[in-house]
């Protein structure tokens, strides 16, 4: 159905009234909506997932993997080597730390976190007590090397600006859907002459 | 489904009506502050970022006010502002879309070029919000407009902004922060574009304008009509005001930063905590942004905004010793302000809309952006004159300067006179000719201490002597600097690309490769030999003035090695505990807080890593006497034990057991420094806000800098164990220090651990040590001359660790060098108070012509006979 300015409902009304219509395209955006969800939510699943029903520890930065696009990747051991590697700020370069964490069982697990970064890895090895820089760690205790770091930001940012996003969508589009065959009143508006 | 020109409106339409609006808001965050990060991909060179930069204020200028002015005159059956609004956002989601994914510069250029165009197209989104608003409602729709720019502006800064470098991978396949901010961003404005295309629907409003001939006489004619020129005062108000309120972001940013010492993190810090109280404060002003009377809640606020700022400006320049406010402070004044700012906007935007009937929104609107356009240029860069000016009347001059510690506190008066009563000569090039005489008036001196404070008497001292000579040279090595770095990026990426060629065995690539970079190293050395031999003469230079003023001031400057007061070996103990888990960095210094106070004698304490387990590591200043120490290792095991019960309950798993007890030496040093280290002055504000964390038991600590200094002194196999103390009221540091031992030192002496610590020096400082620790009456005797050096090399460190909390250890000349002219900032604000004071003028203006009738709220009579 398309948009009309509909002056039967009231033949005499001084006031007509107006159909938006554009069923078809509305229900088109609520399906795009309603898909960014659906996309965003299983993306968001694999972390929720970990954070609720996985198991909490600590784990430990033990060493960073730098990777170029055509070179073999290098391992890092210490902060100093790291360093020497990031005075360069090449943006091609992408630092994957990776974290030693001990399981419920007493097996020791070591595992990438998800996230990497470009210009220097996202934790230095130690920290300022020269102790290894730690952080919080969820994994699933039948598979530990499914893990999750949720306070990397960058887990859960993609997934949130498309779940939002989706919502934002679809909650335009039910309203505007909603009132697609609904007649609205079409205000007077007298000719305006803009130099009076 | 939303349609213009109602007279009354749900409220849920002014919810949908503003997010357009505020999707652009974060698109403007995300171009203006993540895209400067995405030229510095392809481009090092600040002259050429700063050109990319400086494109949208050339297109603001045609394309917004063309599209505005044109969305007047047109009719389609889409309406006359949607068809800009939506072409316009095409544009824009294509540039962002493209723009993570440029492959050059270039492109990147020409991605950036069509979002502004397409954003200048799509000017008429603000007409066609107020078209939709009737003129009764569009305090609360500002408001809402606010409150969701803000958001999205809180949101990009504190959570967004900081993910550029990130990658994850993301449905399988690998993305970049820099894209999940772009396309973030574009994806939002896709959907608010569908609300734009199905939901809004322009009723036609019968404009005599449509079809109306263009010409630039009548363009010019309709911008400037009697009815719209009176308006243009209040735009032209708002516009200096604006600035005022915002300082220019220019310039705050080098105030915070290069001013004020700030990091970007900081600055961000303080954006996003003003932003989510402003988050609160504006929802409950929207509430009444309908019910003020707007033109005199206009006057009052631009009034109020005018002596807060006044305020501020006299409690940093007058209040504040080192004319640094806290962060704090920042935030606390900042915020105040920024309540004032967002009711000005509050009242402002439907105030001004009042009086513009629908016909000519776009009209104004183009005739708005071009006055605010003109008034930004106006002022921003009246301010740069204005410190400009204001910095070479009142700030210390550039030239060679040399800072100085004297023996004995003194004041300008009686060291100017000091040093002009000697004969100064300018340094020049080596084999010039005769010496040229430098007049008395071009030395000049500031007390000068490293926290800032603006003293009338000290002991160190800045000596300038003004040359407008090495001005220039300094000039000419920015600009070689400026033709040097794009040479070196370009060198950079062929180099990389050669080493990759290299490793996929593409040797004729690479050897291509290297070729093309060798020209590119040649050219960039070439200007590299230049700056050097710039940087060699500057140094010279200085040099020479330093020679001359230690000649001038001979004997009343300290002595190197004089500020070392006491260096002395003592013996220690380190006793180990060991905890059920870890302790954080927190819990840590809570009970090392709480040990310093009961045991004095302690020096720090530390988390250890077992075999298995964690531990902690309590060390003290021991006696010769066995029986002293065996009292005191169980008085530091109750403490230890009541620490953890206190402040880190979370430790225990039973009984806290002491593992063992050893034997080791301290080192022991009291240097005098420039600063009060603790027990500084503290302002009103902080005093408030710390009597405020005093409740929670989170008011800073006074100490915090010097625990600072002890945390950064703390090397893992070095220096394990640290305390620094400062006498209250006095100019001294006093450091304790135990060093990690190794099976090879001596029980006399402190351990050497590794050979990269122990730098062979022998000056001044060196024999002051040699001499002190030699004749220690209490420490044992020294036996190595390992010791001897791991001390002086400790020293050195104390004095990089105390001045990165501000604190300068004292020695005769502190450093030599050429020093640029130096800008007050904050001198700024005399410019924009007087631009605020106008900007009120300017509204009693518009006052006397509303009352005389040349004025009148078209825009409110037009919607009432609707």
Redesign the interface.
């Known amino acids: 159905m398309n ?1 009309s300015t509909d002056d039967s409902l009231s033949p005499r009304s001084p006031t007509p009234a ?1 159909v ?1 219509g ?1 069923v078809g ?2 229900r088109l ?1 609520l399906a ?2 309603l898909g ?1 969800v659906a ?1 965003g939510a299983i ?1 968001l699943w694999s972390p929720l997932r970990l954070t609720w029903f996985g198991v909490h520890t ?1 784990a430990e930065a033990v060493s960073v993997i730098k990777e ?5 990747a290098l391992t890092l051991n210490t902060d100093a080597q790291v360093l020497a590697q990031t005075a ?1 700020a ?3 370069v ?1 630092f994957w730390n990776l974290f030693k964490f001990q399981t419920q069982d007493g097996k020791t697990v070591i595992v990438r976190a ?7 890895p ?1 934790y230095s090895l ?6 290894p820089t ?1 952080d919080s760690v969820w994994y699933d205790p039948r598979e530990p090397e499914r893990a999750i770091f949720p306070l ?4 859960w ?3 949130a ?2 779940l939002f ?1 989706g919502a ?2 679809t909650i ?2 039910a ?2 859907l909603y ?2 065959r609904k007649p ?1 009143e ?10 009076s | 489904m939303i349609i213009t020109c109602r007279k009354k409106i749900p409220l849920r339409w002014i919810g949908f009506s503003v997010l357009p609006g505020a999707s652009v808001s974060l698109n403007t965050a995300v171009v203006g502050a993540a895209f400067v990060f995405s030229v510095k991909k392809f481009v090092e060179n600040p002259a050429g970022v700063a050109f990319v930069l400086s494109l949208p204020g050339f297109l603001a200028i045609i394309f917004a006010p063309l599209s505005s002015f044109l969305s007047d005159r047109i009719w389609t059956r889409f309406g006359r502002r949607k068809p800009f609004v939506i072409s316009g956002g095409i544009g824009m989601i294509i540039a962002l879309t493209a723009m993570p994914l440029a492959p050059n510069f270039w492109l990147l250029v020409a991605a950036y070029v069509l979002y502004h165009i397409s954003d200048g197209l799509s000017a008429p989104r603000d007409p066609l919000q107020q078209e939709i608003v009737p003129p009764s409602e569009r305090g609360r729709a500002t408001g809402t407009l606010t409150w969701c720019q803000n958001l999205a502006i809180v949101v990009f800064y504190s959570v967004m902004l900081g993910r550029f470098d990130d990658v994850r991978f993301f449905a399988g396949f690998p993305l970049h922060g820099e894209s999940v901010i772009y396309w973030s961003a574009a994806l939002l404005l896709i959907v608010t574009l569908l609300l734009v295309i199905l939901g809004i629907k322009e009723i036609d409003p019968k404009s005599s304008l449509v079809g109306q001939r263009l010409s630039p006489r009548g363009i010019v004619r309709s911008l400037f009509d009697r009815e719209l020129r009176p308006v243009y005062l209040l735009v032209l108000s708002h516009g200096l005001l604006n600035f005022f309120v915002g300082f220019g972001p220019f310039l705050t940013t080098l105030l915070y930063t290069d001013q004020w010492n700030y990091s970007k993190q900081e600055m961000g810090t303080n954006v996003a905590i003003g932003g989510v109280v402003n988050l609160f404060i504006i929802g409950l002003l929207t509430f009444f942004a309908d019910k003020l009377p707007r033109m005199r809640a206009l006057r009052v606020l631009i009034a109020l905004s005018l002596l807060w700022n006044a305020f501020y400006f006299c409690y940093v320049n007058l209040i504040l010793p080192d004319k640094r406010p806290s962060l704090v402070e920042i935030i606390i004044f900042g915020e105040v302000l920024s309540i004032i700012s967002i009711l000005v906007g509050l009242v402002y935007m439907p105030l001004i809309y009042d009086y513009v009937r629908r016909n000519k929104m776009g009209t104004f609107a183009a005739g708005m952006q071009i006055t605010t356009r003109g008034t930004q240029l106006f002022t921003l860069n009246g301010i740069g004159v204005f410190v400009w000016a204001y910095a070479a009347l009142f700030q210390p001059p550039a030239g060679e300067s040399t800072r100085v510690v004297l023996r004995e506190n003194t004041d300008r008066t009686a060291l100017l006179q000091t040093l002009r009563q000697n004969t100064w000569q300018y340094p020049r090039d080596e084999g010039s000719a005769a010496p040229i005489s430098a007049p008395p008036s071009a030395i000049s001196a500031e007390v000068w201490q490293a926290d800032g404070i603006a003293a009338k008497q000290g002991r160190a001292w800045e000596i300038r002597l003004r040359d407008k000579n090495s001005e220039k040279l300094a000039a000419e090595k920015i600009r070689l600097e400026k033709l040097r770095s794009p040479l070196l990026v370009s060198e950079k990426r062929l180099l990389d690309s050669a080493l990759v060629a290299d490793a996929r065995g593409e040797g004729k690539a690479a050897a291509e490769a290297r070729e093309a970079a060798q020209p590119l190293h040649v050219e960039a050395g070439k200007f590299g030999a230049q700056i050097e031999t710039i940087d060699r003469e500057l140094a010279r230079r200085a040099e020479n003035l330093r020679a001359q003023i230690t000649t001038a001031l001979g004997a009343r400057l300290l002595s190197d090695g004089e500020q070392i007061s006491k260096a002395a070996l003592a013996p220690a103990l380190i006793i180990e505990f060991s905890t059920a888990q870890r302790a954080n960095t927190r819990s840590v210094e809570r009970m090392l807080d709480q040990l310093h106070r009961s045991i004095p004698q302690s020096i720090d304490m530390r988390v250890l890593k077992r075999d298995a387990g964690y531990g902690l590591a309590v060390s003290v200043l021991a006696s010769r006497d066995s029986a002293e120490n065996t009292a005191l290792i169980e008085r530091v095991s109750a403490a230890v034990t009541h620490a953890v019960e206190k402040r880190a309950p979370e430790l225990r798993g039973g009984p806290l057991t002491r593992l063992s007890v050893r034997e080791t030496t301290a080192l022991q040093l009291q240097l005098e420094v420039v600063e009060q280290p603790t027990g500084g002055y503290l302002s009103p504000v902080t005093r408030a806000v710390n009597a405020i964390l005093g409740w929670f038991d989170h008011a800073p600590s006074p100490t915090r800098n010097l625990d600072a200094i002890a945390r950064s002194l703390r090397v893992p196999g070095q220096t394990t164990d640290v305390r620094v103390n400062a006498p209250a009221g006095e100019h001294t540091l006093s450091v304790v220090a135990i060093f990690a031992e190794s099976s090879t030192s001596a029980p006399t002496a402190i351990p050497a651990a590794s050979a990269d610590d122990i730098v062979p020096r022998d000056d001044a400082i060196t024999a002051r040590l040699r001499q002190l620790l030699g004749t220690s009456p209490t420490g044992p005797a020294v036996d190595a001359p390992a010791t001897l050096r791991r001390a002086r090399s400790f020293y050195d460190r104390i004095e990089s660790a105390a001045a990165a909390q501000r604190i300068t250890v004292a020695r005769s000349v502190l450093a030599t060098g050429y020093a640029p002219l130096k800008y007050d900032y904050m001198s700024g604000y005399i410019w924009v108070l007087g631009l605020g004071v106008v900007g009120l003028w300017l509204t009693y203006v518009f006052g006397g012509i509303e009352k005389r009738g040349g004025v009148s709220k078209r825009g409110v009579e037009e919607a009432a006979a609707s």
């Open positions: 948009a107006y938006p554009y395209a509305k955006m795009f909506g960014l996309f993306q600590t170029k696009p055509g070179l073999p360069l090449d943006r091609n992408v998800g996230t990497g970064s470009q210009m220097k996202l130690s920290s300022w007590d020269g102790l730690s990397i930001v960058s887990t940012l993609a997934p600006v498309v996003a934002l969508c335009i589009a309203y505007l009132w697609a609205i079409v205000p007077h508006v007298a000719a305006l002459d803009a130099n």
